[in-house]
Nanobody
Framework: QLQLVESGGGLVQTGGSLRLSCTASGRTFSSYAMGWVRQAPGKGREFVAA????????YYTDSVKGRFTISRDNTKNTVSLQMNSLKPEDTAVYYCVADHDVRAIADPQNKYLEYLEIWGQGTLVTVSS
C-alpha cells in the first residue's frame, strides 16, 4: 500500500502561486488515480483536482479551473498541483489522495471522499488578502 507525503504549502499573497508536491512510497503508484482534496477552516472536505493513473485525464472543481494544474510523474512516484492566481478562499489544508477509481476522487458532490483508499497527512496553504 502507498504512503503519501505532501510538501510545498505555506503563506502567499492574493494573486500569488504555490506548487504542492506529493511523493508516494510503494511499487504500485502507477496503478492509482491521484488527487488533491482540501478542507478550509470550519468547512467540509472538497475535491480540488484529480488525475488518472496514466495521466491522460485530469479533472478539476469549477472554482479552480484555469488556475490550478495537476500533473504526475510515474517514474518518480510524484503528483503535483500548480496553483496560480490564488485567492483567500483557497486557504485550506490540502491533502494528497489515492484511489483506484478516479471517479471516486473527482465526484463533484464529494460523496465518496470518506471512502478514498489512501490519504496523506496534509499541508496548509494560507492565502492572505
Amino acid at each position: 500500500q502507498l504512503q503519501l507525503v505532501e510538501s510545498g504549502g505555506g503563506l502567499v499573497q492574493t494573486g500569488g502561486s504555490l506548487r504542492l508536491s506529493c511523493t508516494a512510497s510503494g511499487r504500485t503508484f502507477s496503478s492509482y488515480a491521484m488527487g488533491w482534496v482540501r478542507q478550509a477552516p470550519g468547512k467540509g472536505r472538497e475535491f480540488v483536482a484529480a488525475i488518472s493513473w496514466g495521466g491522460g485525464s485530469a479533472y478539476y472543481t469549477d472554482s479552480v479551473k484555469g488556475r490550478f494544474t495537476i500533473s504526475r510523474d510515474n517514474t518518480k512516484n510524484t503528483v503535483s498541483l500548480q496553483m496560480n492566481s490564488l485567492k483567500p478562499e483557497d486557504t485550506a489544508v490540502y491533502y494528497c489522495v489515492a484511489d483506484h477509481d478516479v471517479r471516486a476522487i473527482a465526484d463533484p458532490q464529494n460523496k465518496y471522499l470518506e471512502y478514498l483508499e489512501i490519504w496523506g497527512q496534509g499541508t496548509l496553504v494560507t492565502v492572505s488578502s
